[in-house]
């Protein structure tokens, strides 16, 4: 695993899970995928953090994107990015991402002047922080795959 950084704060991992992992991710095949990548994550952070609201891979098609937005919801948040567990503030935002053959579709960190293209198979983790609001830009080709979640201190 190769680990770069945007900024500061927001480091990438290349090559996060093998090919083999992310075609068993894409054909739901394989068995102990989420809770292997909870204990990878976790384990960044010196198992301090707990995935949170990891949800199922997630698709943008041509002409979708989505709005400037942060991680840190609390509760009544009405955003439409919120996964699970409105009641709880977020330390991180994390991506997966599952293929590459779309154009368009990066993702953009609005108040850092930022953007990345993301690659099959990295991982992308920045603070949820207002500081750190982002978007994804309009998929030109191809349909975008990745899997969103969110870290938090554990109990």
């Given at each position: 695993m190769i680990k770069s950084y945007l900024d500061p704060n927001i480091f990438?991992?290349?090559?996060?899970?093998?090919?083999?992992?992310?075609?068993?991710?894409l054909y739901n095949t394989w068995a102990n995928g989420k809770e292997e990548i909870r204990s990878r994550i976790s384990s960044l952070f010196n198992d301090k953090l707990s995935v949170s609201g990891m949800a199922?891979?997630?698709?943008?098609?041509?002409?979708?994107?989505?709005?400037?937005?942060?991680?840190?919801?609390?509760?009544?948040?009405?955003c439409?990015?919120?996964?699970?567990?409105?009641?709880?503030?977020?330390?991180?935002?994390?991506?997966?991402?599952?293929?590459?053959?779309?154009?368009?579709?990066?993702?953009?960190?609005?108040?850092?002047?930022?953007?990345h293209s993301p690659k099959a198979r990295s991982l992308v983790c920045h603070p949820a922080s207002s500081d750190y609001e982002h978007e994804v830009l309009e998929v030109t080709s191809g349909t975008r795959k990745f899997i969103s979640f969110f870290l938090e201190e554990k109990d």
């Open positions: 990438i991992i290349e090559d996060f899970i093998t090919e083999e992992e992310r075609v068993s991710i199922g891979i997630r698709e943008l098609s041509v002409g979708e994107l989505t709005e400037p937005h942060f991680d840190q919801h609390d509760n009544g948040c009405q439409g990015y919120c996964i699970n567990n409105l009641n709880t503030f977020y330390l991180y935002g994390v991506v997966l991402y599952l293929n590459e053959d779309f154009t368009g579709g990066e993702l953009k960190y609005t108040k850092k002047n930022i953007a």
